[in-house]
């Protein structure tokens, strides 16, 4: 897909996150509004999601970016950009109306794609395989032939780090958009300081709710948990899986009619049973609680409405499932 005759045609254009949008999220979108504007130096970028992580607004503050971003754009719009997302469920509530025109709206994401992807978009760019939408617009900006000034180059990076986990979750591509990062002005101990924050008192709170709370499946050998909390369900799975399990799949329900689902696994579990959580597990619970699931191969998600507990017990069956049939696959 040619992005450049889009950008260029485009006088209004509407970048998008998913809601609670974290740094490689809000980084790619000030990156896409800056091509934007050396495509079409006339044109003009609205930059909006549902809420913004404390997190992203720290890094935007870190390095004195001043962007607006936006929970309720105005006007009217030629193009609509969807970053780091490829579902309306996953903009939420306030944003997700205005992706109604498939023949106007783009997706650039390195998730999994779900089955809503090519209803809400004719133009496409998926890459599962890199680390972070930061990465793949790295990709972007040099087949364009555009430079990269050192603001978007700092803030690109830190959306690598964040992503990635400091290059934990890397490959040789990564590393070297990285590098090409560096090389355009990005400071690496800035970027990582950036994102070192201490966890509030509700985060850590709610941790030692999800490991006070869980439930302990031991599958062969590998050791899968599960938990219910209100909020902060992704850093509940990270801290799971600091603390041992090899899969960690944790509820959260922040209000009535709100189910979140994450799940973070090893690289050693993904390696060796080779299940995705986005494609074999977080996309058949998203139907399950009346939404959309999907991610990558060891960190997934999904939202939806209803059957938080239901859920977690078909996701314990799906990975249980997985690995029996990886078993017998393997002994025939």
């Known amino acids: 897909m040619k992005l450049s005759p889009l950008l260029e045609k485009a006088k209004n254009v509407l970048i998008l996150g998913h809601q609670n949008a974290d740094p490689d999220a809000v980084s790619s979108m000030y990156a896409l509004s800056r091509i934007h504007r050396h495509l079409n130096p006339g044109g003009e970028s609205t ?11 720290q890094v935007l503050q870190h390095f004195d970016c001043c962007v607006e971003i936006t929970d309720a754009p105005q006007g009217e719009f030629d193009l609509i950009v969807l970053l780091d997302t490829n579902s309306r ?52 900006f040099h087949d364009l032939d555009i430079p990269i000034d050192s603001q978007t ?17 890397a490959n040789r591509a990564t590393l070297e958009a990285a590098v090409v990062l560096i090389d ?13 924050s201490r966890i509030e008192r509700s985060e850590r709170i709610a941790r030692l709710k999800a490991a006070g709370r869980l439930k302990i499946h031991n599958i062969g050998k590998w050791v899968v948990v599960t938990s219910k909390i209100g909020a902060y369900e992704a850093s509940s ?28 696994s090893t690289r050693e579990f993904s390696r060796e049973t080779g299940i995705n959580l986005g494609k074999d597990v977080m996309e058949p619970l998203g139907e399950t609680i009346g939404g959309t699931g999907g ?19 078909q996701a314990v069956e799906l990975i249980r499932q997985s690995i029996a049939i990886r078993r017998k696959e393997d002994s025939s």
Not at 240 to 262: C, E, N
């Open 295 to 313: 991610g990558h191969m060891n960190a997934a998600g999904a939202n939806g409405n209803r059957n938080r507990g239901k859920a977690l017990k």
């Open 184 to 196: 355009n002005g990005a400071n690496y101990d800035e970027c990582v300081k950036s994102l070192i």
């Open 89 to 140: 469920l996953q903009l939420g509530d306030a944003i997700a109306p205005y992706v109604t025109d498939p023949s106007r709206t783009v997706i650039i994401d390195h998730h999994e794609p779900n089955p809503e992807t090519k209803e809400i978009s004719e133009f496409i760019i998926l890459d599962s395989e890199k680390s972070s939408t930061c990465e793949m617009m790295v990709d972007i």
């Open 237 to 264: 799975c990270r801290a799971l899986i600091d603390v041992g399990a090899d899969v960690a799949i944790v509820g959260g329900r922040p209000s009535r009619d709100v189910v979140r689902l994450s799940s973070r």
């Open 153 to 169: 180059a700092n803030l690109l990076l830190t959306g690598m780090i964040f992503d990635t986990r400091r290059f934990f979750y």
């Open 47 to 57: 930059l909006a999601c549902d809420d913004m992580s404390k997190i992203s607004a």
